[in-house]
């Protein structure tokens, strides 16, 4: 009659609330019923002995709860945290000139997805002005080592003066300096590659003006495919159980391939936007690997060696709080017993148990629902 009640006002309540309450609330009262069918179970149990032992005659065979078991062992339980990251590339090289104003492009020497060489030529940037007073010094030059040539064999004769000759000398100088300053500014006109890679952006045509930067957009863009790294941010609230050294495993469903790898950097700081730190790991290097590619990281945050766990589905709840069903054999019986149950972290389908369960306790993982203590069992067989 009880346990006819309690489905009685359950089937009220669901009524009352039906299209009502929010997915939340309903989970809420799904699971207080199910507390409440397990504590009436129990109590339908203990009334039905009670009634066999006061009336015999009243007794009814009991039939055996068919069950599956499983024998509880220690082992390595290891926990992740499933996040979205990035790959990115080690060196990526924003091509810029180097006198920092740039010029007119006359000639290029790249193109998109080509492969370049650290030293090699790019671009070449309109020279004529850098030449034409390159030129113009040089006449000046050749005229003053001249002119510097003949006022040191008057000297050498002891005709004139040695003032005369040490002007002549300072005009070369002077010359020469300035030539090599015109060559430095001559030599920026060529925009050379400053890392090995792959040229991943090439924004400028002939006739264009080169800064380097095209408003936000670079114009050359030279990325190392060679030294590639994952990155994530990880919520605040690991900060205690991430850093460097924690193994990450890297899953690019795209291709179809998994990478582990150990976190090399952890930030020390925390994003005031997105309550996170970022954390990276280096990779080697792969030609199915592409900066920008998104990938699915498992970062461990928990290991525990010699660890009892637990099928999560066998793991129930009542109002004294969690228990797993197990199978005692005494005298040739096997009956289901409740075990109180502290909890530790889920990992997949596993839960790891603090306490309440030994290594070779028999845990029913199939059939348990509506098992009361002291109930007979029977294994099932495949």
Known sequence: MLLGSVFFLASCGAKTDEG???????????????????SVTEDIAK?????????PSAARPEKAKLVSLQTAATENFIHYIDLQGTINAEDISYIAPRNGQGGVVKAIYVTKGQNVKKGQLLLKLDDAVYLKNLKQLETQLSYAEDLNRRQKNLWDQQIGSELQLIQTKQNVDVLNDQIATVKEQWSMTSIYANVNGVADQVNVRVGEFFTGFAGQTPQIEIVNTSRLKVTTQIPENYMGQVGVGNNIIISLPDIGKTINAHISLAG???????????VEAKLQADKDLRPNQIALVKIQDYAAANAITAPVNALQTDEKGKFIMVAVTENGKMTAHKKAVEIGRLAGDKI???????????????????VYEGQLLVLATN
């Open 20 to 38: 009502n309450g929010s997915l939340a609330e309903k989970k809420i009262k799904l699971e207080q019923l199910k507390k409440e069918q397990s």
């Open 47 to 55: 009334l039905q002995l009670e009634i066999n032992k006061l009336d």
């Open 268 to 278: 020390k700081t925390i994003d005031p936007n997105s309550r996170s730190f970022y």
């Open 352 to 370: 790891e148990i603090i306490s309440g369960i030994q290594a070779g306790d028999q845990i029913i993982t199939e059939g348990f629902q509506g």
